[in-house]
């Protein structure tokens, strides 16, 4: 009886440590696509975060607002962006210190370079003239 119960335990257990697929994007709760009509086929919810490394760099998303930061400026920056559907994501462009910036988030299996882990978007950056690559995953 016992042998039943542990062996229930631990194959419950271990259900809970099986690794997501990589290609597969987390599923949008009903209401996280932007209006753009970009969040459904893209599965991206309206809160998520993108950064890179390398330098070092994030982008925290909550639908139009965005929060940069950087290891020079790790208080970071608010600002508000346009969103736009693109073919296979979308494009947030806004303004931060003066200067047009856009983050630009895809679907599709991304690491990060630093670890073993992979992210289901890949984010471009651009601020001050810097094309900057990275990822992006779900808060």
Known sequence: MWQRVLMSVMVIGLAGCAEPTPATAPAAAPGDATSTGAGNA????????AFGNEPFWSVRVDGQALHWSSPD?????D???????????????????????????????????????LH????????????????????
């Open 42 to 49: 893209l599965a991206l919810p309206t809160q998520f975060i």
């Open 73 to 77: 400026n790790l208080d970071g920056l």
């Open 79 to 117: 600002f508000v962006a346009r969103v736009e559907a693109m073919d296979n994501g979308r494009r947030y462009a806004g303004e931060l210190e003066g200067a047009a910036v856009t983050l630009s988030i895809s679907a599709g299996p991304c690491s990060d370079g630093m670890s073993d882990a």
């Open 120 to 139: 289901p978007w890949t984010a471009r950056w651009q601020h001050q003239g810097r094309l900057l690559q990275g990822c992006a995953r779900p808060l």
